[in-house]
T-cell receptor, first 114, second 112 residues
Framework: EAEVAQSPRYKITEKSQAVAFWCDPI?????LYWYRQILGQGPELLVQ????????DSQLPKDRFSAERLKGVDSTLKIQPAELGDSAMYLC????????????FGQGTRLTVV | QKEVEQNSGPLSVPEGAIASLNCTYS??????FFWYRQYSGKSPELIMS????GDKEDGRFTAQLNKASQYVSLLIRDSQPSDSATYLC????????????FGTGTSLTVIP
């Protein structure tokens, strides 16, 4: 069964350090999403890609976060420097393009900043 | 105002009862809606999608969409303890990017 692959599953980092997350979407899915989910809240969209282009990064804290999808397939989300408030679950999802398409999530990366 | 609003609960129902989860949305042009189930510490899992007014049934789950009232609901019949989870409502915006936005989720507990 096709799955969205994410790594690492868990990451503990010290504040002010850099951290990176990787996502490989379901094959053929042109749309890729990165979400941040704080405990007890719904997922918050950080960035959405259509192929290699950014569709929406309005909620991405661009002073410390960056995201790329250079070849329109896998993607990397980076935080530098990490802050204590960045502790959350980082979720990657992918979908086919269009209004009537379903998005599927990877297992997520649980980030703890100490 | 958030794009998608949910009652955060918690909602408790006895085993075998019907659980009713509700969601409202603000973007009148949105055309597609989704329900996800999320167990504690896990990622969201798609349960159902609904695109047309009315009901859509899949096993014990029924999704309902009322575009005039901007209202989406999920009914879970014969609730089981394994249904205990947080249920997330999501909608796609009607703009060019079709961004996918989530509500805050409703926590459901099914009591044996």
């Amino acid at each position: 069964e096709a799955e969205v692959a994410q790594s690492p599953r868990y990451k503990i980092t010290e504040k002010s350090q850099a951290v990176a997350f990787w996502c490989d979407p379901i094959s053929g899915h042109a749309t890729l999403y990165w979400y941040r989910q704080i405990l007890g809240q719904g997922p918050e969209l950080l960035v959405q890609f259509q192929d290699e282009s950014v569709v929406d990064d309005s909620q991405l804290p661009k002073d410390r976060f960056s995201a790329e999808r250079l070849k329109g397939v896998d993607s990397t989300l980076k935080i530098q420097p990490a802050e204590l408030g960045d502790s959350a679950m980082y979720l990657c999802a992918s979908s086919l393009t269009g209004t009537f398409t379903e998005a599927f999530f990877g297992q997520g990366t649980r980030l703890t900043v100490v | 105002q958030k794009e998608v609003e949910q009652n955060s609960g918690p909602l408790s129902v006895p085993e075998g009862a019907i659980a009713s989860l509700n969601c409202t949305y603000s973007d009148r042009g949105s055309q597609s809606f989704f329900w996800y189930r999320q167990y504690s510490g896990k990622s969201p899992e798609l349960i159902m999608s609904i695109y047309s007014n009315g009901d859509k049934e899949d096993g014990r789950f029924t999704a309902q969409l009322n575009k005039a009232s901007q209202y989406v609901s999920l009914l879970i019949r014969d609730s089981q303890p394994s249904d205990s989870a947080t249920y997330l409502c999501a909608g796609r915006l009607s703009n060019t990017g079709n961004q996918f936005y989530f509500g805050t989720g409703t926590s459901l507990t099914v009591i044996p």
